[in-house]
Antibody, heavy 118, light 107 residues
Framework: EVQLVESGGGLVQPGGSLRLSCAAS????????MIWVRQAPGKGLEWVSY????????NYADSVKGRFTISRDNAKNSLYLQMNSLRAEDTAVYYC???????????WGQGTLVTVSS | DIQMTQSPSTLSASVGDRVTITCRAS??????LAWYQQKPGKAPKLLIY???TLESGVPSRFRGSGSGTEFTLTISSLQPDDFATYYC?????????FGQGTKVEIK
């Protein structure tokens, strides 16, 4: 059974940093591209970042470019999102999801809440 | 960047109704489009990928169509479990942009 478990969310002050993790199990993690998606309270889904199976290429939404860094460790079956210079508008539930050109984002984690507030 | 626009934003319907949601891309995305269903407090669930391919286990009352810049999600006979928010997502290239969502409410 595919499992994606996000962790690392919490309360952080504006300008602060946070590192999210996504632990994958039940599938060949190194065969799947991955994405991060976020959802601000009461708002829609926003794609945040993409990473290929090998770690390159990667891509970011304009709203996080230069502040967030996506990475993965295939040996540890883990995906990461380093978030720096956090702003109030980054407050959201962050989801990790698999991605395949053959099945889009078929598997999702349960999400982790990031709150940016003083 | 390619923008995705869904319409309507909210849709009021009754059980048994035929429902259609439209998703437009600002430029051609061929058929690289997916649809997701999301219920409050839950992660999105994949319904359809590659414009019209039904994800395993998704009821056949869901149907996707389109190509290029205009796409539709049709629910042939709305069921109580279908009241939710629906999102389209384009996934050609390295950006995986979502539409703003369509909330299907009980009329």
């Amino acid at each position: 059974e595919v499992q994606l478990v996000e962790s690392g969310g919490g309360l952080v002050q504006p300008g602060g940093s946070l590192r999210l993790s996504c632990a994958a199990s039940g599938f060949s993690f190194n065969s799947y591209e991955m994405i991060w998606v976020r959802q601000a309270p009461g708002k829609g889904l926003e794609w945040v970042s993409y990473i290929s199976t090998s770690g390159s290429p990667i891509n970011y939404a304009d709203s996080v470019k230069g502040r967030f860094t996506i990475s993965r460790d295939n040996a540890k079956n883990s995906l990461y999102l380093q978030m720096n210079s956090l702003r109030a508008e980054d407050t959201a539930v962050y989801y990790c999801a698999t991605f395949s050109p053959y099945r889009a984002s078929g598997d999702w984690g349960q999400g982790t809440l990031v709150t940016v507030s003083s | 960047d390619i923008q995705m626009t869904q319409s309507p934003s909210t849709l009021s319907a009754s059980v048994g109704d035929r429902v259609t949601i439209t998703c437009r891309a600002s430029q051609s995305i061929n058929t690289w489009l997916a649809w997701y269903q999301q219920k409050p407090g839950k992660a999105p669930k994949l319904l359809i990928y590659k414009t019209s391919t039904l994800e395993s286990g998704v009821p056949s009352r869901f149907r996707g169509s389109g190509s290029g810049t205009e796409f539709t999600l049709t629910i042939s006979s709305l069921q109580p479990d279908d009241f939710a928010t629906y999102y389209c997502q384009k996934y050609n290239g390295y950006s995986k942009t979502f539409g703003q969502g369509t909330k299907v409410e009980i009329k």
